[in-house]
């Protein structure tokens, strides 16, 4: 499985549970916010957590690909995603997902605001890889993000939806979440690939995956 970061809260999700490649890209964004998503972009799945710019943009990837906007579970190729209504607390739409493909299970927050309740952890619950909000600005700001990863205790974490360079937004920086943890970052990259079998036994990683 290969995971990329794009801005945001979007990242690629990229494995081969079957026969071929398949592609998921959760929380897609639009160009107004400031930065671009590659033009070359295209997937056979996109989550959107959310409406609007920053979070709902489907239009701004290519391909045909499935479009999970609405709870439920849904398929693609092997790659499978359980999608559930998790509102913010301003109760505005929003859901989280958990993503399974390769045997490799990615928790997914989208722009989650708020303590999640029983309902939200059963569902993370087990996941290897955590993809959170880190950066306040309307999700989780870097002292929730730490609590909330308390909760679910993934084997592998991946901050994003923090402060970048041309970003209108203003947002913590992943700095920040990093001090927040008490952890300096296990891996820095802009692709991470990894196994089941190579992900962490004991101690729980951090990676920070820079802007693709």
Known sequence: MIIQAYGLSCVSITAKPLSGEVMAVLDPFDASVGIK??????????FASGEGEEHGAVHAVGGAPLVVSMPGEYEAKGITIDARVAPTKGNVKHMIARVAAEDIMVGFLGAIDRELNDAELELLEGVDVLVVPVGGGGALSPKQAVEAISHIEPRMVIPVHTNMPGLKKNLETVQAFLKALGVKA????????ITKSGLPQDDMSVVVLSRA
């Not at 998503?37 to 996109?46: G, I, K, Q, R, T």
């Not at 820095?188 to 690939?193: A, H, P």
């Open 37 to 46: 998503l590659p033009s070359s972009l295209a997937a056979d799945l996109v």
């Open 186 to 193: 296990t891996e820095e990259t802009t692709k991470l690939k």
